[in-house]
């Protein structure tokens, strides 16, 4: 699971996403990129949950996707997926619960409107579009607010870390490494380093620690 969070509006879509990779129980893996970005295609993808289907996806609409936008591609979306999600449950024997969710966001090339879908496991994928403005945030806080600057979103980030770790161990969702803004707009997408939580190198050395045994 990993830290999602995004601001749709009519000329303009930034996305929010920490960067620590973990096992099941919270141990520190890698730390990763989680958006995925199309700069030809004028848009992203971004997920939740388990990460090999963001993989698949990235790599197939790399190696064997013909289309030039998110329309394009959600024509066919919802059925490759599945077929990626059924493949992954058997040759990796994924548990019952597991589920993963695809987003992407991004601007119809000729209307140039921005335009969020998201695809979700527990609905098979089926494609759930709008073209509304808004505000979302996974997981969600006990204090949801629209952030009223990079800040204020920071703050909402690193708040909601504190909420997690103080909460129950099972469904946590585990927060940490950097905070990478996104920001996508009908002529560029581009990315920065807005944080870096406290425990960034004490995780980089765990990380370490766990290589040089295996």
Do not use: C
């Not at 790399?62 to 591609?73: H, K, P, W, Y």
């Not at 077929?83 to 119809?108: M, V």
């Not at 509304?132 to 690193?158: N, Y």
């Not at 905070?179 to 960034?200: A, M, S």
């Amino acid at each position: 699971m990993t830290l999602l969070s995004f601001i749709h509006e009519h000329d303009r879509v930034q996305l929010l996403t920490d960067t620590l990779a973990t096992d099941p129980g919270g141990a520190p893996q890698q730390f990763t990129d989680k958006v995925f970005t199309y700069a030809s295609r004028d848009m992203v993808m971004a997920g939740t949950g388990y990460a090999a289907l963001l993989s698949a996806w990235d790599h197939k609409l790399r190696e064997s996707v013909l289309a030039v936008d998110l329309s394009q591609i959600d024509a066919f979306a919802s059925d490759v997926l599945n077929d990626l999600w059924n493949d992954l449950r058997q040759s990796q024997d994924l548990p019952d619960e597991a589920t993963a969710t695809i987003y992407h966001f991004g601007f119809e090339r000729d209307t140039k409107e921005a335009v969020r879908i998201a695809y979700r496991s527990k609905s098979d994928f089926v494609s759930e579009r709008t073209t509304e403005p808004g505000f979302g945030i996974k997981p969600q806080p006990s204090d949801l607010r629209l952030p009223e600057s990079m800040d204020d979103w920071i703050k909402i980030a690193v708040d909601l870390r504190e909420e997690q770790d103080s909460g129950p161990a099972e469904g946590r969702i585990w927060i940490g490494g950097q905070l990478i803004h996104t920001v996508l707009t009908p002529d560029e997408v581009f990315q920065r380093r807005v944080h870096e939580f406290v425990d960034y190198g004490e995780q980089w050395n765990l990380m370490n620690a766990m290589n040089d045994l295996m």
